[in-house]
């Protein structure tokens, strides 16, 4: 089946730690994308990617991290530096301005 | 500015009652998409429609429609006799031709069908 995974579901990290999400498509989608999105809000850009090997900084990537060496993965590091890094975070792929589909979510709580 | 604005954080309605999610958008764009998504609370967005800023047409799926008025910048979004499955959290975003991929969101409206 074609679609969007992200794993784990669920991350528990130490404070000081840095751990990375895993995101892949098998869409064949150019565009990948990572939102943050805390209890009762909306979703907030961290970083996007248009090409493989290239991407860019969205309005919270302080504290981020990610890399797009194969097409089909956009994984996202949560570094240290992320004060408040516990919320659910979800991984979307698109091609051209079509709409974004959406991976499960990986929900990371720091301990 | 917020660009998308969901004035209604929470609706609750009794099933089978009709309800209008609210959302207004702001652009410059002349070329630009709207879209509405679903989430439930397992927390996957599910996408449910897409509209383009020349095709000002309304839109019907089933129980679900869509009001698109570009004299009030607003795509207003419809379910017809509520069922409990619908209770979720719905969010409107905007894409604009000229940033190409970058979605803008609202910040949702958590809706709650009563059984």
């Known amino acids: 089946d074609g679609g969007i995974t992200q794993s784990p579901k669920y991350l528990f990290r130490k404070e000081g730690q840095n751990v990375t999400l895993s995101c892949e498509q098998n869409l064949n989608h150019d565009a990948m994308y990572w939102y943050r999105q805390d209890p009762g809000q909306g979703l907030r850009l961290i970083y996007y990617s248009q090409i493989v090997n290239d991407f860019q900084k969205g309005d919270i990537a302080e504290g981020y991290s990610v890399s797009r060496e194969k097409k089909e993965s956009f994984p996202l590091t949560v570094t240290s530096a992320q004060k408040n890094p516990t919320a659910f975070y979800l991984c979307a792929s698109s091609m051209g301005v079509n709409e974004q589909f959406f991976g499960p979510g990986t929900r990371l709580t720091v301990l | 500015a917020q660009k998308v604005t969901q004035a209604q954080t929470e609706i609750s309605v009794v099933e089978k009652e009709d309800v209008t999610l609210d959302c207004v958008y702001e652009t410059r764009d002349t070329t630009y998409y709207l879209f509405w998504y679903k989430q439930p609370p397992s927390g996957e967005l599910v996408f449910l429609i897409r509209?383009?800023?020349?095709?000002?047409q309304n839109e019907i799926s089933g129980r679900y429609s869509w009001n698109f008025q570009k004299s009030t910048s607003s795509f207003n979004f419809t379910i017809t006799a509520s069922q409990v499955v619908d209770s979720a959290v719905y969010f409107c975003?905007?894409?604009?031709?000229?940033?190409?991929?970058?979605?803008?969101f609202g910040t949702g409206t958590s809706l709650t069908v009563i059984p």
């Open positions: 509209r383009n800023s020349f095709d000002e």
């Open positions: 975003a905007l894409s604009e031709a000229r940033t190409g991929n970058q979605f803008y």
